[in-house]
């Protein structure tokens, strides 16, 4: 069984577990869904420097209605700020920045994610094919590359055993989060680390398709406030 | 080139020379840093069967989304062409060729097509089908894909400001891939907000040398208003 | 690393954990943009078989060229050690190791250090003894040798402003390979001229930003003079 | 026999005589030596862009004495100006625009030169080892490569039929200006364009050590002025 909240709830338990992955002074670059929704809940001492991937670092909160240009814009092109202390740059020294292990995390939403780390996120061929964008680079350099997402779409697992998607990365993926719980991909597989108050380990086993050990002890999932 | 003052044009003029068939890098990122005049008159003048290389093709009621929208494109070199519907249906209907590159990976062909450079090794990719057709080097264990160059007949670019001898400065992420083109074609068309005397920008602070760009068009107008 | 702002230190507290035997870049053209303060507390804390990546070697009573005359330094990579007498001689006696990089390699090989390329093609040296050891690879009848990337365990650069998050902005051409050994180090240490408040510098002209610096050395003083 | 000039006579006529190969609008990119001077005989109204490898465009005359800074230095370590326009970037966009074919002309001093347009200027084994700097990348990219040079060196032929000495780059000159003529490098080996007026082709043989055919018609060497 799934945890009895809404889509909404859960988007926002898996933003808020994620905002407690960062230390003060890290560098992130967030992508579009619920890993953009996760710096609403990092604490305002924790300063987390956003990267965004058309040549900005410091980036702030959406530009006001009617204010803001098109000069300055996050990666899915909404009218945005830049902090004191941030900076633009060509494409070609953001990806730099990218490729060369400077951003420490990224966050990234996903179709499918399996247990030896392959993420699959920018085609279904013949239906989608949006393209991989800075999708590839990110995954491949960045320090740590989580994961957030719904545990299911549509009833079925977004965490299988073998991606049968187009991959984005090959073994790229650190943590999955998801409103039941948080995997560690590791050299020996999948290792489930919390688990959410609201879930069992038959839940969990039940809709997730990939193989998972448990760590011992297993830790409830952090920031997760349940009802009565 | 050759000159050592650049010639200010109308969008029309600039564009005068581009025949159908060509390659033409276009500057941007989604609605940012898009030489908008400038597409305009490439719609204008109808020219056909372009090679159009440019991180994506936006939207297709939207700068360079149009010309894949009016069928003046043959081929797109992109990143991503999801935001524009168009794109996404030709391509699926085999009407378009798309060749689909990883962002950086894009801005380092280009890079080294303006630079010289016979190719780069990157490890984006490697595992996925962006490695396909291609060849794999391994060094010290890990495996990277070779990428070649990418350069064009014509670039398109926007800048902020430039000066008379054809320095460029970019304001906010509406630089991206624009100084990188500038370097990769064979002829070079900055649009501009703002035109200033030579030296009017601080040396240490040009963005891209000014013996880089051919041609001046002033737009005098706003951005795109998103 | 993992701070927002960047501690201010001495030169002496910068460099205090760089051990015998580490590899450490230096940045500068000749006199112009060499860190200074940060050689003289090398100097005084004795660092021994240093590898020295460096453009050149200055002179043998200047910067890092003290740094070689003085036994310091096991292996220099540069594309130049024609000004340094004592380079040139142990090199010639056996005594001292030099790997030649011709200066556009040297500056590629950082540069791919730092943001993760895997090496790159060049056509430079090709038909020359710096094509030896190497491999070449043939692109459309063109011939290219395969550059390595080069990293550090610290950088240590100069600039002429930083900011409290470590922002740098360079003046003249000292600029040269400081900005490419910003990102090619484990430890980034700038000394500069001058430390402002966060957004001083105008963000469309930090020349490094600040997540590459780890620590700001205040000289204080002029420059060389020459 | 040598022309009856000075050594620093004949280094002005080369000058002078590279000089008359820039158009208005040229980037250029000149070594120490007899190339450093070129500048003084280029007129006014052709205005050429200066280019140092460590990251200017646009360097004007040497700053006067107790003026300047070594924040601004040409490639060879001495203080001077930018002119107005000019331009300061990083090493690698320096050659990058060096090896990218965006410089016109670079004009380089040499020890050897030959006649299949090798050059070779960066080291003497066991003697003199200064390492290469920016040459190979200069002679690689520019558009064109000149080199000017005394014709001999202690007697000896600088342009030879094979350089001796390890190149700095293979099959790469242009052109090479002496105080006795100008060649072009060729497909078709080494052609003597201009004569100085002073030089027979005698002279011109007894001195060269490479092959050269000689330009129908071969035209007297541009710039230069004989006494009586």
Known sequence: MLPNISVDEAKVRIAKRVAMEFKDGDVANLGIGIPSMVMDYVPKNVRVILETENGMLGMGPMAKEGEGTSDIIGAGGVRVTVLRGGSFFSSDVSFGLIRGGHIDITVLGTLQVDQEGNIANWMIPGKLIPGMGGAMDLVTGAKKVFVATLHTVKGRPKIVKRCSLPLTGKGVVNKIFTEMGVFEVTSEGLVLLEIAPDTTLDDLREHTDAEFVVKEPLETMKGVEVDG | ?226
């Open chain 2, 1 to 226: 080139m050759g000159r050592y003052f650049k010639p200010v044009m109308s969008p029309d003029e600039a564009v005068r020379d581009i025949p159908d068939g060509a390659t033409i890098m276009v500057g941007g990122f989604n609605v940012g840093g898009v030489p908008y005049s400038l597409i305009e008159a490439l719609i204008r003048k109808g020219v056909k069967d372009i090679t159009l290389i440019a991180n994506d093709t936006l939207y297709e009621n939207i700068g360079h989304g149009k010309l894949v929208a009016n069928g003046q494109v043959k081929k797109v070199i992109a990143s991503h062409i999801g935001l524009n519907k168009i794109t996404q249906k030709l391509y699926n209907e085999g009407k378009l060729e798309v060749e689909f590159v990883p962002q950086g990976t894009f801005a380092e062909r280009i890079r080294a097509g303006g630079f010289g450079l016979g190719g780069i090794l990157t490890p984006t990719g490697v595992g996925t089908m962006a490695e396909e057709g291609k060849q794999l080097i391994e060094i010290n264990g890990r495996k990277y894909i070779l990428e070649l160059p990418l350069r064009a007949d014509f670039a398109l670019i926007r800048a902020r400001k430039a000066d008379r001898v054809g320095n460029l400065w970019y304001w906010g992420n509406a630089r991206n891939f624009n100084p990188l083109m500038a370097a990769a074609a064979d002829v070079v068309i900055a649009e501009v907000d703002v035109v200033l005397g030579v030296g009017d920008i601080n040396p240490n602070d040009v963005h891209t040398p000014g013996i880089l760009v051919d041609r001046i068009v002033v737009d005098g107008g706003e951005y795109y208003v998103a």
